[in-house]
């Protein structure tokens, strides 16, 4: 398992380059310019200085070049500095926005915590109510139970999150009053007064999120349940008495999980990645708002360097998945 | 006593008193809320109007434009004219005095040498800054003594009211900036975040695409103002969401940009919680005829171009038809409700640069079929759709993806199709659309499409900018990698000269008329453009919001020192 | 467990059994009946419910109206008859979900398998999944409507080729999900005790994998056919914002609810039945799949 995970990190260097790459010719080539969201009373000329101003005017490769070695030595040697009080960094420039002129790695830190709070707290809110509904659901098939648990996926992942979102605004902020519409990213947790306002102020997007989540969490773990469920190993146990409770927990659940754990493994790195429509619905200022937002105004750097976290995360957590393959299922060997 | 008497003469020219001279600070906080988040507080590096809102809360200009499109002076003793010896006889200087004792919110006084640095700072052939034509045309801007600033115009010019005018050209303060020229400004990213202001409020923290928070400027010239301690601007979401965070949960005081449905904009206003408040600037939304052809049989480079006039827009009787088969009032009723009212003109205001030009806000199918007809457009095979000599009267009509132009398109393409006119419709993602980008096909300067439908304004009360668009020269090419504000072709040598004729125009009435006489050629007479409605922005204020005047001419936050709790 | 190589099993009894089995599952039933009925419903519906035809300005005065014997379904902020559109709409939505859904499926599960079940394809092939995974959806469609749409509009005709490049750009975009998860079943699959005993009598991979791999993964990807769906539904909409997709006078289900979301307080009829479109449809589907998981599986077959 070990030269095996070292290998598949070795073999992840090439491969992100090669992501790195194609990202950030996918992004060059798609129309649209960073001056798209420039009033049209700003005239050409100008644009066109804004434009040579912010670099954008050079040959790609020339900027390809310049933001792997920005994202590689700059932003760690300055990352180093800001640690140690060392002076690698020094006059180096690293990787700015061409929305706002700030650098990525900034914004970034900014919206993280944000980001992992909320979209966080929902996807593990998320699989905690998965996971008992669709192992329920699965042990009393077709009971009264299980339908509604059906019924309950069904809108989950049926009703997309601007729509559920906004039916929750009109619900919970405008008729009954309970919680805010828009999140307040300055608030510090300090006390209990300040816990709870976090709490109300977190309530929507984790709602809107973890709906969506459980859904399609849940529908995947029923069935795989139900696949295991008919199995032999299922009928020897009970045939050798155990209790209802260790053959369903025990032996079905474990041999369960693995579509679930590829489920769950391939949704963390969208963690990180935020909820785009969640995030601008409940101004939560996370990672997926910046990231559509770098998009619409086309700014290369921001998008470019926020894809990219997000290639390295999805390949850690793929690796990680079949790492856990092996734990659940010790037939499965990759050497 | 002289600082109190400027004070005093501060308070009677902003016309405006909040209705108890209450003490700085006294009305805790106060926030806004905006559909798009700020980005950067520094206006010169960024060109969204989101932005400079909120600069214009922390840095101010020597002079603003109020809300009836008159100048008042800001930082400024008094608006300098040809009276009052401010402008020179030959029109190529102006000369501004800074008002005495004013302070930046760091303490250190405010003198003529950051106007100098300012303009040094915007106009640096590397800076890339947004407001470049705010400068265009000063030759230089020096400290005469530490309170007077001349601007030198290489040229005579009629409207020297651009630079330090308005929230688009404000001052910066030099020791801040310092560093910051040219190549360097983008690398300020303090600065550019929090920069330090002479205005009401000064930035204390600041999140990208999110959060701008505000505090009182202790050095603020009027010691009792701003009634607020705080303030606070959230950023993100839509229009929608802004509006109800205001006029429904009550949890912000203004929320600007809040076009949402007339029938929502009710709805919303009977939770009676707070109101909204519409000002009508030069803002028009309309269709743009396109004078060459499109087809996508030509060769690219020849597409679009002078060389192929358009096949069936070329006639102006075409183009009188598709305008009057319109009914204006109706797509005001469905689009903008109290945010929109029916023009026939490019330039809608103010009133005194407005031509009075109304022939077209009535429908009139009759005439439009008349007119086709009388073009031999006719239906000779009975399909519904006219055509002559083979070629069917079939247009292409594109426009951004937005919910109101959509409802526009399906309206205007039932009209048309009464007309017998058959409308193919395209929305294209306004990233791509206004991007410019010149590999792309769907920008709305190359134009391949008949006919587009978006929204422009002119920037300055004063059109001759504006109007400089329509000349020959402007017309987006190959050539000029798709660049050019002409986007409809549109080439008149009688245009061109009348609008140099307005360059060279001093006196005010002259200036009107010609200016009429231009939206004229553009409108009525030739029919290139055909404006639809003259939109206004609106925005939304909470019932506990007091002060507020919403101006069109000049950043919707210009009187936010006088913003004050309702009690 | 039959042996395979001796007594081939007759495809069309097999097909039969199968269905038999389907049958007896009430919901699988209801899942057909109500997807037929909405297909049946788009198809002929257009026909049979023709809306008057109204001049802009009658149309204007009978807009936001509650459903009626004139207007069923209600008319929207024009005055169109929301039933006719709706109709209209299920079409396109219908089209692009179910044929999106399958072309995400079948990619996704054939590269799932091929990646599991061959080692020295496996490392490749999941690099290209990941690759997918981490492009930006928002430029990659931006640039495929750049790229294709006029081309395939030259090729095929305007709608046709819009359709064409809707269901490729979704189906492009959502099948490494699928293409994961089966290949984690597979691998788990190929050290089970069958499969390693049919590979011992010299079965070749081919056979293995469609006679004991294939069935045996039914059951995730029935559950990803009908997140599938639904997802497709919703995508199409959003590509509509991007100015990809139809003309903007061309309904759809996802359209339709994304425009009545901004009347929803007013007019909460304007979200309900888009709404309530898309969830049947993909009720049924989901029904439908467990129908055919439980009918497939010749343990549950047999009892």
């Known amino acids: 398992m070990l030269t095996f995970t070292l290998r598949r990190l070795l073999l992840a260097i090439p491969t992100l380059l090669v992501i790195s790459l194609v990202i950030f010719l996918l992004v060059d080539l798609a129309p649209g310019s960073p001056m798209s969201e420039i009033p049209l009373t700003v005239p050409p000329d100008v644009r066109q200085r804004m434009i040579e101003a912010l670099g954008a005017d050079q040959p790609v490769f020339v900027r390809y070049v310049l933001w792997l070695r920005q994202f590689f030595w700059v932003e760690p040697a300055y990352l180093f500095d800001s640690w140690f009080g060392t002076t690698l960094a020094e006059g180096e420039q690293r990787i700015l926005s061409w929305q706002s002129r700030s650098p990525v790695f900034t914004i970034i830190g900014q919206r993280l915590p944000q980001t992992l709070t909320v979209i966080g707290t929902a996807y593990l809110v998320g699989i905690l109510i998965a996971l008992p509904i669709g192992i329920y659901s699965a042990y009393r098939q077709y009971s009264l139970f299980d339908q509604g648990g059906t019924l309950f996926a069904m809108i989950g992942f049926s009703v997309p999150t601007f729509f559920s979102g906004t039916l929750f605004i009109i619900i919970f902020a405008v008729w009954l009053g309970w919680f805010p519409t828009k999140y307040d990213t300055q608030l510090n947790v300090t006390d209990w007064d300040s816990f709870v306002k976090q709490i109300k102020q977190m309530a929507l997007p984790v709602m809107t999120l973890g709906l969506a989540n459980a859904a399609a969490i849940s529908r995947y773990m029923r069935s795989s349940m139900l696949d295991n469920m008919t199995m032999d190993y299922v009928r020897t146990a009970r045939a050798k008495g155990m209790s209802e409770r260790t053959v369903v927990l025990k032996h079905v659940l474990r041999n369960s999980l693995i579509p679930v754990v590829t489920v769950i493994a391939l949704g963390i790195p969208s963690i990180f990645g935020g909820a785009i429509i969640t995030e601008n619905l409940f101004g939560v200022n996370g990672i997926g708002a910046a990231l559509i937002g770098a998009i619409h105004a086309s700014d290369l750097p921001m998008v470019q360097t926020l894809a990219f976290i997000f290639a390295v995360l999805i390949v850690l957590f793929n690796l990680i998945a079949d790492i856990l393959y092996g734990f659940l299922d010790p037939r499965i060997r990759y050497d | 006593m002289k600082l109190r008497a400027a004070l005093l003469g501060a308070v009677a020219v902003l016309g405006f008193a909040p209705a108890a001279f209450a003490e700085r600070g006294a009305d805790g906080e106060v926030k806004l809320t905006f559909p798009q988040a700020v980005s950067i507080v520094n206006p010169y590096l960024s060109g969204g109007t989101k932005d400079i809102l909120a600069a214009a809360m922390v840095l101010e200009p020597l002079a603003v434009v109020d809300p009836d499109g008159v100048l008042v002076p800001r930082l400024a003793v008094e608006i300098p004219t040809m009276e009052n010896g401010g402008i020179s006889e030959d029109m190529t200087s102006i000369t501004w005095k800074l008002q005495p004792g004013l302070l930046w919110s760091d303490g250190t006084p405010v003198t003529a040498d950051d106007a100098v640095f300012t303009w040094q700072y915007c106009t640096h052939p590397e800076g890339g800054c947004s407001q470049a034509t705010k400068y265009e045309g000063v030759a230089s801007v020096e400290a005469v003594d530490a309170s007077t600033i001349k601007v030198t115009f290489a040229a005579p010019k009629p409207n020297p009211y651009t630079a330090f005018v308005s929230g688009l050209s404000p001052l910066l303060q030099k020791a801040q900036f310092e560093a910051c020229l040219g190549a360097a400004a983008p690398t300020c990213t303090d600065a550019n975040n929090m920069p330090i202001g002479t205005g009401p409020f000064m930035v204390t923290g600041f999140t990208v695409n999110d959060t701008v928070s505000m505090t009182a400027n202790p050095n603020y010239r009027d010691p009792a103002k701003p009634a607020f301690a705080t303030a606070v601007i959230k950023g993100g979401g839509d229009a929608e969401g802004s509006a109800r965070a205001v006029m429904e949960t009550g949890e912000f005081d203004y929320a600007w940009n809040t076009q949402i449905p007339p029938d929502s904009q009710a709805a919303m206003a009977a ?96 005439g439009a079929m ?59 993602d306004p990233g791509v659309f206004f991007g410019g980008d010149p590999g792309s096909p769907d920008t709305f300067q190359k134009f391949y499409a008949d006919v587009e439908m978006y929204a422009n304004n002119s920037d300055n009360p004063d059109p001759e900018t504006y109007l400089g668009q329509y000349q020959c020269k402007n017309a987006p090419s190959p050539e000029t990698q798709w660049q050019g504000e002409n986007i409809n072709r549109f080439c008149d040598p009688a245009y061109d000269a009348l609008h140099a004729e307005l360059t060279q125009t001093t006196d005010i009435a002259k200036r009107q008329e010609i200016a009429k006489k231009l939206n004229d050629m553009v409108t009525k007479d030739s029919m290139t453009v055909i404006p639809l409605v003259h939109r206004g922005t609106l925005s939304a204020h909470s019932n506990s919001l007091g002060g507020v005047q919403i101006n069109a001419w000049d950043m919707e936050t210009w009187n936010v020192a006088d913003w004050f709790r309702v009690k | 467990m039959t042996d395979a190589s001796t007594t081939p099993p007759k495809p069309a009894s097999q097909a039969r ?91 996704g599960t054939f590269i799932g398998i091929l990646a599991g079940y061959f080692r020295r394809l496996d490392s490749p092939l999941m690099r290209l999944t990941d690759m997918f995974l981490a492009l930006p959806l928002i430029p990659l469609l931006l640039v495929m409507v750049m790229l294709f749409r006029d081309r395939i509009a030259g090729l095929i005709g305007p709608e046709l080729g819009a359709f064409t490049l809707i269901v490729f750009a979704i189906g492009i975009t959502s099948w490494m999900a699928t293409a994961r998860i089966v290949r984690g079943e597979v691998l788990t699959l190929k050290e089970r005790e069958y499969v390693l005993a049919a590979r011992s009598i010299g079965a070749r991979p081919n056979r293995i994998i469609r006679r004991h791999i294939l069935p045996n993964v039914v059951s995730p990807v029935m559950v990803a056919a009908t997140l599938g769906v639904a997802e497709a539904i919703i995508t199409e909409s959003v590509l509509s914002f991007l100015g990809l997709g139809f003309p903007p006078d061309f309904p759809t289900w996802g359209r339709l609810l994304f425009d009545g979301l901004q009347y929803m307080q007013v007019y909460p009829e304007r979200v309900v039945w888009p709404g309530l479109a898309i969830s049947l449809t993909v009720l049924s589907v989901n029904y439908i799949g467990d129908g055919l998981r439980d009918a497939l599986d010749p343990r549950i077959r047999g009892r």
């Open chain 3, 17 to 107: 059994e199968i269905w038999q089995q389907f049958r007896t599952h009430k919901g699988a039933l209801f899942g057909l009946i109500v997807l037929g009925f909405l297909i049946v419903a788009v198809l002929i519906g257009p026909y049979l419910w023709v809306p008057e035809k109204l001049t802009v300005a009658e149309a204007i005065k009978l807009k936001n109206q509650g459903p009626s014997l004139r207007f069923p379904l209600g008319t929207d902020q024009l005055g169109r008859d929301m039933l006719s559109r709706m109709l209209l709409a299920g079409r396109v939505s219908l089209a692009v979900g179910l044929v999106a859904m399958l072309i995400a499926i079948v990619f």
């Open chain 2, 271 to 366: 939770a009676g919680k707070g109101q909204f408040v519409v000002a009508f600037g030069t803002l028009v939304e309309r269709i743009e005829m396109n004078t060459t052809d499109p087809s996508p049989a030509l060769p690219e480079g020849e597409r679009a171009t002078a060389k192929h006039p358009h096949p069936i827009l070329s006639d102006i009787k075409v183009r009188t038809a598709l305008s009057k088969a319109i009914d204006r009032t109706i797509l005001v009723e469905v689009g903008y409700g109290a945010g929109g009212r029916p023009t026939c003109n490019v330039i809608p205001g103010p009133e005194a640069w407005a031509s009075d030009n109304e022939g077209c806000i009535a429908q009139d199918m009759p």
């Open chain 2, 370 to 428: 008349a007119l086709l007809d009388e073009a031999g457009w006719t239906d000779s095979d009975g399909d519904g759709i006219r055509d002559k000599d083979g070629k069917k009267l079939s247009l292409l009509y594109q426009t951004t993806v937005n919910p109101i132009r959509q409802d526009f398109q399906a309206l205007i393409k039932d009209w048309w199709t009464e007309l017998g006119v058959e409308v193919e419709l395209k929305a294209i």
